[in-house]
Each structure stands twice: as C-alpha cells, then as structure tokens.
C-alpha cells in the first residue's frame, strides 16, 4: 500500500518575518501540530504547498520519525511560497514549471494592463518507486487562490468595479495555471494513462465542479459515480479521475471559508491507479478554522486552515 496526499501548511515561515509566526514559541507550537497530523496520516508522499522559507520545512521534516526526502519547486511567487513533496521513498525530480504551456498567451494581470505568461507558483513534477519497477509521478500545484488583493497591498476594493476587474484577472491566472497542469500531465500520461501511475495533487483554490478543476480532468466522461466510470474507452489513455466522490460525505472539504464547507485540495489519478483507489478521505477530525479574507490574521496560529487530503493505494 502506498498513501499518497496533498497538504496545504498555511504559511510555512520561520519567525520574524513580514509573514510567518512573530515569535519562536508559536513557530514551535505549529511546528509540533503539523508534524503530529503528518505522523497521524502516515503519508509515503505527500504534496505540500505555501512552504514559505525551505529552512521551515526541513524543521518540520526533523520532527518525523524515519528518513524522509524533500523536493521543492524553484520557483516561489512574490511572497516565497512554493509547493514541493515530503516523501519517504527517493525522488527524482522530472520538471519544474512556471511558463504557461504552449501556445497558451500572457494573461492581462492588473488594470495597467500589464500581462503575465507564467505561473504564481512553480508545478513540480517528481518519480517514486514504491516497488522495484513501479513507477509513480506525481504532481504537485498550487493553483491561483480566490481571495483577491488589490494595489497598494488592499485586500478591499475601492469600489465594486475594481473587485470585478481583479477577480477576473484572478480567474485568468488561475485557468492558464490549470491549463499548465493539464499540459505537464499530458506529458507524463503521453496517452498511456491505461499504464501509467500518474497522481496530480495540490490545492486548486476551487470546487471539483469549478471550470477550472474541471480542466484538469481531460477528456470528458467517465468522471466517478457517472454510468462510463469503469467502461474503458479511447480516452482512458489521457483522462484523470478527482477523487473527491470518493471521500465520505461528511468529510469532503478540506477549508472552511465565512462558515462555509469546501473542497478545494484535491487528488486527481490515472486510469491505471484509478481501481487501486483503496480509500480517499479528508482529515477533518481535528477540526477547522473559519477563515476570512485577511491572510495575516493567521499568522500565529498553531496550525493549517486546511485539511490533508489522503488516498490510499494498492501499489
């Protein structure tokens, strides 16, 4: 069995910067929370993301018993976070994007009208071997998020025009983003998805049913709980399965927004990984968070507004 997840730690900086925790005691107590739910999943690879300062994670890392691998993108967006993967099994690192896929064009980014043809964050591609000649790809995302900033470091909007105009510019990025995913996918299925372990995972900043997670899936059809779940056609080679469907009702979200529910972490798999599914669920037992619009009103919390999303497999 292999557990694979994906694992929003909420901005994981060393103290005594402008974004991390502003002393060491509520470092540590974050720190010792983190790592007592990673102990808790017992994950073999799990994709991380908002992993501020990389010095950070290998604090995290030194608190988990056995040997573990990391690997991160070198690519972090203006604030320095970045996804990477915490694995007990080696890694090989296979890509790590930043430039919209081709011929995808820049995405206007603000009302200058200045544009952007690259990703917030870095998509980073890594192998594992769970077993000699088993390979399993895995990639990690952080996709644009929903929350809205504005010029001059606002989080509001001057007027209701203004929240319009960037919360398009937001949902440009993060279709562009979601199209990149879909094509380092595409790269590592190359139409023998029927073959290949091939696990997409990150935090999606929307829905399974949003137009941008849906990009991801590939060919249309056969999606979880529809009548071509388990008939094979000619799009198994390239198409990817959300798991979402299959983690228990009463746990499927992984953040809590103004009160609300929603599953925005997600994990996506090949057609050869999809009848090894022997679980997914969503780690919520602990309890969430309602969170805001403010990011650093967190700042000193003793953990992450989300939720771990695991998925155990059959390798």
């Not at 296979?94 to 919209?100: G, N, P, T």
């Not at 000649?133 to 929903?146: E, N, P």
């Not at 899936?217 to 399965?241: A, H, Y």
């Not at 994990?267 to 619009?293: F, Q």
Request: with cysteine; net charge negative.
């Amino acid at each position: 069995m292999v557990v694979v997840g994906t694992w929003n730690l909420e901005n994981l900086y060393r103290p005594g910067g402008e974004y991390g925790p502003r002393d060491m005691a509520a470092y540590e107590a974050k720190l010792k929370a983190l790592s007592g739910t990673i102990a808790q999943v017992g994950p073999d690879v799990l994709g991380v993301e908002e992993v501020g300062d990389p010095a950070a994670l290998d604090d995290l890392v030194a608190l988990l018993d056995g040997e573990w691998h990391v690997a991160l993108s070198g690519h972090p967006d203006a604030r320095g976070i970045r996804v990477g993967v915490v694995s007990r099994l080696p890694l090989t690192v296979l890509h790590d994007v930043s430039a919209f896929s081709p011929p995808l064009a820049a995405i206007q980014a603000d009302d200058t009208g200045a544009t952007s043809a690259q990703t917030s964050r870095g998509v980073l591609a890594v192998r594992a071997e769970p077993a000699p000649g088993a390979a399993l790809d895995v990639v990690v995302c952080h996709l644009k998020s929903k929350l809205l900033s504005f010029p001059g470091k606002r989080f509001q909007p001057r007027d209701e025009g203004e929240r319009a105009r960037f919360g398009a510019y937001a949902l440009y990025r993060r279709s562009a983003e979601a199209v990149t995913v879909r094509g380092l996918a595409d790269r590592l299925l190359d139409g023998h998805g029927r073959t290949r372990n091939v696990v997409v995972l990150g935090d999606l900043n929307d829905e399974p049913q949003a137009a941008t997670t849906q990009i991801l899936l590939g060919p249309p059809g056969s999606e979880i709980g529809t009548v071509g779940e388990r008939r094979p056609d000619s799009g198994d080679g390239s198409r990817l399965w959300n798991l979402a469907p299959l983690i228990p009702e009463a746990e499927r979200y992984s953040r809590v927004y103004h009160d609300r529910r929603e599953l925005i972490d997600h994990i996506l798999v090949s057609r050869a990984l999809l009848d090894r599914v022997e679980s997914v669920r969503s780690v919520v037992a602990h309890g969430l968070p309602s969170v805001g619009d403010q990011p650093t009103a967190r700042r000193d919390a003793a953990d992450s507004d989300h939720a771990p999303v695991v998925a155990t497999l059959s390798l």
